[in-house]
């Protein structure tokens, strides 16, 4: 009976995925059968107002991805940027180096910022972080927009923090010592330790305590929402205003909706496109562990 349960729950979770795959698919195609597949995948404009009834007067659309798939990364490129190095050394800093007393009361605190809401956040990139870069940019003879990607990047950078230290921290603890003592017992200092032995070694966890992060980023909402706004422009500006594939969804479905409308299944088509993204990265990160992985007796 326990082995049935514990089947029964496993399967659970294998078909709600299935579940969820498949109600994708199904709206995307038919979305697709009213867009086609290059105009989506290869379309530089975004702008989905369309005629929701037959009598009423409605643009026709544009339903190109390449603007909402640029503002994801540039806003998750940003974030990173500020999360991987503050995140990493805070890691090796409690892991190698904090004394016991400072390690206990540092990483709660640094973990504190895991638990939150991403609302909070999003009111403190808008009500704090985005005015500072304005009127930092306009001192400097920058123009900047009172949404910009960079004060949404820099928020969810900080937000990823806890994420990365927490993870790292965990993996490289889990080294050996046998490893450290070997090394000092061929005269290696502290740092070289630490950059030559420890840190190889915990490589593979450090890769997928920053895939974790990547993928954070890319789902979040509301930080983007509030700090960097709704406008779907093709930018690498980091000044300027843009959105997210998942505001888009989050826009698209909310309100009352036609769901025989290309723009309510647009969010279908950004969805499994995301689904698809966020594989191929998965994939991606497991080949580069796979590279770097060592195995220590």
Do not use: C
Not at 83 to 91: D, E, N, Y
Not at 162 to 189: E, H, K, Y
Not at 253 to 259: S, V
């Amino acid at each position: 009976m326990i082995q049935g349960v514990l089947i029964a729950s496993s399967l659970v979770a294998i078909l709600t995925t299935i579940g969820i795959v498949a109600s994708l698919v199904f709206e995307a195609a038919r979305f697709f059968g009213k867009i086609p597949v290059i105009d989506f995948l290869f379309g530089l404009e975004w702008s989905p107002q369309t005629a929701i009834r037959a009598d009423q007067v409605g643009a026709s659309g544009k339903f190109g991805v390449i603007p909402l798939l640029s503002g994801t990364l540039l806003i998750s490129f940003i974030a990173m940027l500020v999360a991987t190095p503050l995140g990493l050394f805070s890691a090796v800093y409690l892991a190698e180096f904090a004394r016991p007393k400072t390690r206990d009361w540092v990483k709660p605190i640094l973990e504190l910022l895991a638990g939150i809401p991403t609302v909070v956040y999003g009111f403190f990139a808008a009500l704090v972080v985005a005015p500072i870069i304005r009127a930092t940019g306009s001192g400097a003879g920058f123009e900047i927009s009172s949404e910009s990607a960079l004060a949404a990047g820099l928020v969810m950078g900080m937000m990823l923090i806890p994420f990365i230290s927490s993870l790292s921290d965990d993996v490289i603890n889990a080294v050996p010592q046998a490893l450290r003592d070997a090394s000092f017992g061929m005269g290696a200092t502290h740092a070289e330790t630490v950059t030559k032995v420890v840190l190889p070694a915990a490589t593979p966890g450090i890769m997928g305590s920053l895939l974790l992060a990547i993928s954070r980023a890319i789902g979040e909402t509301m930080i983007v929402v509030m700090a960097a706004g709704l406008a779907a422009n093709l930018t690498l500006n980091p000044f300027e205003a843009v959105t997210t594939m998942t505001v888009q969804i989050v826009t698209l479905l909310t309100g009352d909706q036609e769901f025989d409308s290309a723009k309510t299944l647009a969010a279908f088509a950004i969805a499994l496109f995301l689904l698809v993204l966020t594989l191929g990265l998965n994939i991606i990160a497991l080949r580069i562990v796979d590279r770097y992985k060592r195995k220590y007796a």
